[in-house]
């Protein structure tokens, strides 16, 4: 299976390709070129089988044999070797804890394989520098995803006073080949820089470049597995129930995984996009206008994002058919307000801490009263994450304390220039 650039058509490259360049020409995304269908015995015997054997049938097409099976096998399992539980809230709610590894957010999940993907893949001779933009979570995950692998540097770019206190401590605290930028802008902004280096010739033919957000396919495609961990878990209550699964979103790479689960045979009726703020989805299933906007500020901030980066992969999967789009995603727009009182009430009543992100899935799904369903919500990070948010829900929300700790990071302005400059002179 080739990998095809939707900027492109021309441009066809393999998985290890794909993982190495991270973005095509023209700034386009990569897409496999069709998505495996899974047998029914596969969907039979799911729960026969355990986690990492789960996870490796689904990545294996994917990875094209570019990787020895005995390899794969063994980068897939170190990638999820946490729990991934679906806990129970109330008779017809589920929330899908992503959070139990390293980091305390679903992107542990990518940023381990996609690190363990380059470090296979990497020429040895020539360090290859991973470019990252980051509104909180990726950038901690994929720093410690990254830590210590050999000829691999990461430099991290955030907005600065826009990440909790904790996220900057698990991104800043590491050092040697982790590096961090405080950008004086917002996500997007972040995002935008990361997109000019990745298109700047002279700094592709000094540097070699890569990048690690979730428009590098080896973040986002591993992101399918937990779908059909979360499937495994339901199936023996799910009989002729129906199955919708609520995302919280940002830059839509959890999403475009799960519609790539449906594809391959997963049995998910509906999925719901739960936007904060940054509406710029809601507005596009509404009207069929695709219209990027300056993110905002939010108290769900891993999903700042104003222009989402795996928008395209959604519609190319959909042949640009936004009636077909509707078929499959309902959205909604949920406020600061709705989310600290959402936090309260689940608490109250559940016992149970949502964190402001999954509060945003699970109110958005919630306000569609979904008859004879369950209803799946990604718990995309642990609610001690964001202390000082959880604390206007749950006054006695047991702190995670922040330690005290060296911060590594370096401040710049909102400049491709300075960027750049700073990217060409790490190489001295
Ligand atoms: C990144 C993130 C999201 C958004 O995920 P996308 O795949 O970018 O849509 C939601 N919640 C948390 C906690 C995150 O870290």
Same mark, same amino acid.
């Given at each position: 299976?080739?990998?095809?650039?939707?900027?492109?058509?021309?441009?066809?490259?393999?998985?290890?390709?794909?993982?190495?360049?991270?973005?095509?020409?023209?700034?386009?995304?990569?897409?496999?070129?069709?998505?495996?269908?899974?047998?029914?015995?596969?969907?039979?015997?799911?729960?026969?089988?355990?986690?990492?054997?789960?996870?490796? @049938?689904?990545?294996?097409?994917?990875?094209?044999?570019?990787?020895?099976?005995?390899?794969?096998?063994?980068?897939?399992?170190? #990638?999820?070797?946490?729990?991934?539980?679906?806990?129970?809230?109330?008779?017809?709610?589920?929330?899908?804890?992503?959070?139990?590894?390293?980091?305390?957010?679903?992107?542990?999940?990518?940023?381990?394989?996609?690190?363990?993907?380059?470090?296979?893949?990497?020429?040895? #001779?020539?360090?290859?520098?991973?470019?990252?933009?980051?509104?909180?979570?990726?950038?901690?995950?994929?720093? @410690?995803?990254?830590?210590?692998?050999?000829?691999?540097?990461?430099?991290?770019?955030?907005?600065?006073?826009?990440?909790?206190?904790?996220?900057?401590?698990?991104?800043?605290?590491?050092?040697?080949?982790?590096?961090?930028?405080?950008?004086?802008?917002?996500?997007?902004?972040?995002?935008?820089?990361?997109?000019?280096?990745?298109?700047?010739?002279?700094?592709?033919?000094?540097?070699?470049?890569? #990048?690690?957000?979730?428009?590098?396919?080896?973040?986002?495609?591993?992101?399918?597995?937990?779908?059909?961990?979360?499937?495994?878990?339901?199936?023996?209550?799910?009989?002729?129930?129906?199955?919708?699964?609520?995302?919280?979103?940002?830059?839509?790479?959890?999403?475009?995984?799960?519609?790539?689960?449906?594809?391959?045979?997963?049995?998910?009726?509906?999925?719901?996009?739960?936007?904060?703020?940054?509406?710029?989805?809601?507005?596009?299933?509404?009207?069929?206008?695709?219209?990027?906007?300056?993110?905002?500020?939010?108290?769900?901030?891993?999903?700042?994002?104003?222009?989402?980066?795996?928008?395209?992969?959604?519609?190319?999967?959909?042949?640009?058919?936004?009636?077909?789009?509707?078929?499959?995603?309902?959205?909604?727009?949920?406020?600061? @307000?709705?989310?600290?009182?959402?936090?309260?009430?689940?608490?109250?009543?559940?016992?149970?801490?949502?964190?402001?992100?999954?509060?945003?899935?699970?109110?958005?799904?919630?306000?569609?009263?979904?008859?004879?369903?369950?209803?799946?919500?990604?718990?995309?990070?642990?609610?001690?994450?964001?202390?000082?948010?959880?604390?206007?829900?749950?006054?006695?929300?047991?702190?995670?304390?922040?330690?005290?700790?060296?911060?590594?990071?370096?401040?710049?302005?909102?400049?491709?220039?300075?960027?750049?400059?700073?990217?060409?002179?790490?190489?001295?």
């Amino acid at each position: 299976m080739k990998y095809e650039n939707l900027a492109n058509q021309n441009e066809k490259v393999s998985f290890k390709e794909a993982v190495l360049k991270g973005l095509g020409s023209s700034k386009g995304l990569f897409v496999p070129e069709k998505i495996p269908v899974l047998n029914k015995a596969f969907y039979d015997g799911i729960e026969s089988q355990n986690k990492a054997e789960i996870a490796f @049938q689904i990545l294996a097409p994917f990875v094209n044999n570019e990787i020895p099976t005995e390899e794969l096998k063994k980068i897939v399992e170190e #990638t999820i070797n946490f729990d991934i539980p679906l806990v129970n809230i109330n008779e017809r709610t589920q929330i899908l804890e992503l959070f139990h590894g390293p980091t305390l957010a679903f992107k542990d999940v990518g940023a381990r394989f996609m690190a363990r993907c380059l470090g296979y893949f990497s020429d040895k #001779t020539k360090e290859t520098n991973v470019l990252v933009a980051t509104s909180g979570d990726t950038g901690s995950a994929v720093a @410690q995803g990254f830590y210590g692998v050999e000829g691999v540097k990461v430099i991290i770019a955030f907005p600065k006073g826009k990440v909790s206190p904790f996220q900057e401590y698990q991104m800043t605290s590491l050092d040697n080949n982790i590096k961090t930028l405080e950008v004086e802008g917002s996500f997007d902004d972040c995002q935008t820089l990361v997109k000019q280096a990745l298109a700047d010739e002279e700094l592709q033919k000094r540097l070699n470049l890569s #990048t690690a957000n979730s428009i590098n396919v080896a973040r986002f495609l591993p992101q399918i597995i937990y779908y059909f961990l979360a499937y495994k878990q339901l199936k023996p209550k799910l009989k002729n129930r129906k199955w919708v699964v609520s995302v919280p979103s940002g830059n839509f790479g959890n999403l475009t995984a799960g519609l790539y689960a449906k594809a391959m045979g997963l049995p998910i009726h509906q999925f719901v996009a739960g936007n904060n703020a940054n509406d710029t989805f809601y507005h596009y299933l509404e009207t069929g206008l695709y219209q990027p906007k300056a993110s905002v500020e939010t108290y769900a901030n891993a999903m700042d994002v104003g222009a989402p980066s795996n928008f395209e992969r959604i519609i190319s999967l959909y042949n640009y058919e936004h009636h077909k789009i509707k078929l499959d995603i309902v959205g909604e727009v949920v406020s600061n @307000q709705e989310i600290v009182k959402e936090i309260q009430q689940t608490w109250e009543k559940d016992n149970y801490a949502l964190d402001p992100h999954a509060a945003v899935g699970k109110i958005a799904a919630d306000r569609f009263n979904f008859k004879d369903a369950y209803v799946t919500v990604l718990g995309t990070a642990s609610p001690t994450k964001f202390d000082s948010i959880m604390k206007k829900a749950i006054p006695n929300f047991s702190d995670a304390v922040t330690p005290t700790y060296n911060n590594h990071k370096e401040e710049i302005a909102n400049s491709f220039d300075e960027y750049k400059r700073y990217l060409l002179d790490l190489k001295n």
